[in-house]
């Protein structure tokens, strides 16, 4: 054979050999199980690179995940395929920041090229109480027959005079009262106390066989947001039961968490959205939120050594 022809068999063997590295595959992949979860609701974020036998790859580094805690990483786990081996990873994650969250495009290198995976969309929020009942329409403005405006200002004149004087005979009778009435001092109570104690209160008042499920709901959220304030845990008076949860998220475990945050859920649906609410609903509530406080006192005890 010609110097030629040699040349011409060593070209075709590179080309093919060439042609063999190519057909072997190397992706990379990442995919969730779920792309609807509820607040505190976990989900598996699966990693995945294929790439040819012998060849150099620098594993995925993710150590914190924007928006996203990450509850749990699993090992590493390299599997035989088609196209030479297969690396895969698995981490528990969740969410407490409601809204819709992406998962940003991570990077692995095999043999120095970068591969990128695709960014994946997670929607975190709360499930609704309701999908298939009405909401309560408004009612229609009701007009006022016009008054003449001389006996406005004689009624609002005549309310005023009686509102002083009932303030001022009101001030009187209670400074009669305190000047009658020892003071006896006793120990004070504690944040956990005052909460156990408005909790069994409110209880035994029975609102909610009387048809009262928003004031009982509401001063069930007050107990909950008082206790939180009087601990230092929350510091804003107006904080929103979604804040409630992000606060509480570091003195409860997480099973405990998200409890909480469907008990806080069920909360706004009966304030915002009239929802009423079941006895079984009503009774896990208020077990729920003395569960919860009971639980935050003995971690932080735990945490000062009280």
């Known amino acids: 054979m010609s110097k030629r022809g040699v040349n011409i068999v060593l070209a075709l063997c590179f080309v093919m050999n060439f042609g063999l590295l190519q057909a072997q595959d190397i992706r990379a992949k990442a995919s969730v199980t779920k792309d609807h979860i509820l607040v505190g609701e976990p989900v598996i974020l699966q990693l995945e690179a294929e790439y040819p036998t012998g060849t150099s790859i620098n594993w995925f580094s993710l150590d914190s995940l924007a928006h996203f805690e990450i509850l749990d990483t699993g090992k590493l786990d390299t599997l035989a395929s088609v196209g030479g081996n297969l690396l895969r990873q698995t981490f528990t994650i969740t969410s407490y920041d409601s809204g819709s969250r992406v998962i940003p495009r991570m990077s692995v290198t095999v043999n120095n090229k970068k ?6 969309k997670i929607e975190v929020g709360y499930s609704s109480a ?4 009405d909401y309560h329409d408004l009612k229609d ?5 016009a008054v003449e405006p001389l006996y406005i200002n004689y009624i609002i004149a005549f309310i005023t005079v009686l509102a002083i004087t009932a303030l001022v005979l009101l001030l009187r009778k209670k400074k009669q009262l305190l000047a009658e009435e020892p003071k006896i001092k006793g120990p004070k109570k504690s944040p956990f106390e005052v909460a156990m104690a408005s909790l069994e209160t409110l209880k035994k008042a029975r609102l909610p066989e ?10 069930l959220n007050e107990i909950l947001r008082q206790y939180l304030k009087e601990e230092k845990i929350v510091i804003a008076p107006d904080a929103s039961n979604n804040q409630l949860v992000l606060a509480a998220k570091n003195v409860l475990e997480n099973d405990d968490l998200i409890e909480l ?3 806080l859920r069920l909360a ?20 729920g939120i003395g569960t919860a406080i009971e639980n935050i006192n003995r971690q932080i005890h735990k945490i000062t050594g009280n």
């Open 115 to 120: 591969l990128l995976t695709d960014s994946l």
């Open 130 to 133: 309701e999908p298939a009942k």
């Open 141 to 145: 403005i009701i007009e006022v027959p």
């Open 210 to 219: 009387n048809g009262q499920f928003k004031t009982y709901i509401i001063q």
């Open 261 to 263: 945050a469907q008990i």
């Open 268 to 287: 706004d649906a009966v304030k915002f959205a009239r929802y009423q609410p079941t006895g079984p609903e009503n009774e896990q509530a208020i077990n």
